[in-house]
């Protein structure tokens, strides 16, 4: 009792220690560097404390998740945020689309505390949405370049929460504390949704978009409004990823068997396929304008165009779009586990490579848990919504020939393929020759 007396003192006598050292550094960063680098040491503490009461009632709530778990995967959440900012602005010298949402940020944000509209340079929905919300960031926080990068990576933090809150609340007889662990620490997703740009605030939509069907598909309250902000969040910046995520809810709910004590229930099924029915043609005219499907232009065209506009660099291969089924597999292979070991150029590449390898290792691992998912489709909602999203995003995106884009833009399906990693077992369905080795061993 007293060693563990002693061993608690001295972890908060460190944890004290390590308060105070971090307020010198703070207040002596605040007149050595710049807002834009020292405003970092600020926002991260607010994110935290605003975080922790959260997190612990989360996981009050929920049995899988433990409150030490939960802070974890924030602080590693917060932390990719400083390696993506490394890999941005000291790997490529500032090169990409966060330098250039945080200076149409500035420029906003100096708009708005003037008392002027801020006029967008980007299309809309789109580039022009994110800078506004930098903007408005920068407006809240200050302009601190990685204070953004760190609210930005807290957005994507919440948003792969809301996925493992889905897919508990969907599967309870899931593993969900092996989803838990896969969806909140996977390094891509810990890594790409972590800077200011379109992956990080797509991460939060979608995780939302996910939780409402999983409150909807299992007969919950709410799932409808949360499902109605989500996809609005969803088409603000990416409407084709609107017409995904409602494509795998529309046959979920097709899943979705009827009350059987309501005496209106296929009609109400009736009615309610025919209003999303409506809803899904309404977003895919709004995802043709985004993409300028219009007129002579063709979806071909378009697909196309991001092969010729994909294919360039060191990171490019050659892309085979869907064009049959017979494509699928390849596809699948492509946009979901690509690049090979031997086909990484860069450390990147690399690290996208050996995750891949462990993923189909765990897949191998799990198969009697996957053997099961002609069955889950059937009987579980959410499965087939997971499913149905993951297989209009390997057709959306097999059209993409870099690496370098693939590798970041599947963020946005990952959650969902975990989801068959951590799948109910179905117990009642053994192979007749496995039972029969069973059978020799015992006697």
Excluded at 400 to 422: D, E, K, M, S, Y
Aim: charged residues 15%.
């Amino acid at each position: 009792m007293q060693a563990t007396r002693g061993g608690t003192g001295a972890l908060q006598g460190l944890a004290v220690g390590l308060v105070c050292a971090y307020a010198v550094l703070t207040v002596w960063g605040l007149y050595s560097w710049s807002y834009d680098v020292s405003g970092g040491l600020l926002v991260g503490p607010v994110l935290i404390a605003l975080s922790l009461p959260v997190l612990r009632r989360v996981a009050a709530s929920a049995p899988e998740l433990t409150f030490r778990l939960l802070v974890l995967a924030l602080l590693a959440k917060l932390f990719s945020s400083f390696l993506r900012y490394l890999q941005l602005y000291v790997l490529y010298s500032g090169g990409a689309d966060s330098a250039r949402y945080d200076g149409a940020g500035l420029r906003i944000s100096e708009a708005l505390r003037d008392g002027l509209p801020w006029a967008a340079s980007g299309p809309f929905p789109g580039t022009a949405f994110v800078e506004g919300f930098t903007g408005y960031v920068y407006l809240l926080l200050g302009p601190s370049l990685i204070g953004g990068f760190l609210f930005f990576s807290w957005l994507g933090f919440w948003g792969l929460l809301l996925f493992q809150r889905a897919f508990a609340t969907a599967l309870p007889d899931g593993d969900a504390r092996r989803y838990a662990l896969l969806v909140l620490f996977l390094p891509s997703l810990l890594f790409w949704p972590s800077s200011i740009g379109k992956e990080a605030w797509m991460t939060l939509a979608l995780g939302l978009g996910a939780y409402g069907a999983a409150r909807l598909l299992s007969g919950r309250s709410g799932g409808f409004a949360v499902l109605a902000l989500s996809i609005g969040g969803v088409s603000l910046v990416r409407p084709h990823m609107a017409v995904l995520l409602f494509g795998g809810l529309f046959v979920g709910y097709l899943v979705r068997p009827s009350r059987p004590d309501a005496a209106l229930a296929p009609l109400l099924k009736l009615v309610g396929t025919a209003v999303m029915v409506v809803v899904g043609l309404l977003l895919v005219v709004q995802a043709e304008r985004f993409f300028g499907v219009e007129g002579d232009t063709s979806a071909g065209d378009v697909l196309d165009n991001t092969v010729a506009r994909t294919q360039q660099g060191g990171s490019s291969f050659e892309a085979t779009p869907v064009s049959s089924p017979l494509d699928l597999p390849a596809a699948f292979v492509s946009v979901l586990l690509r690049p090979f070991p031997w086909e990484a150029r860069n450390i990147q590449s690399l690290a996208a490579a050996l995750e891949s390898a462990g993923l189909v290792y765990l897949a191998w691992r799990c198969r009697d848990r996957i053997r099961g998912l002609p069955r889950l489709l059937r009987t579980r909602p959410y499965v087939a919504f997971a499913v149905t999203y993951t297989l209009l995003f390997v057709v959306a995106f097999s059209s993409f020939a870099n690496f370098g884009i693939l590798t970041r833009q599947r963020v946005q399906v990952f959650p969902f393929v975990l989801v068959l990693l951590a799948l109910p077992l179905v117990t009642d369905r053994v192979r007749p020759r496995r039972r029969r080795l069973r059978e020799r061993v015992d006697a």
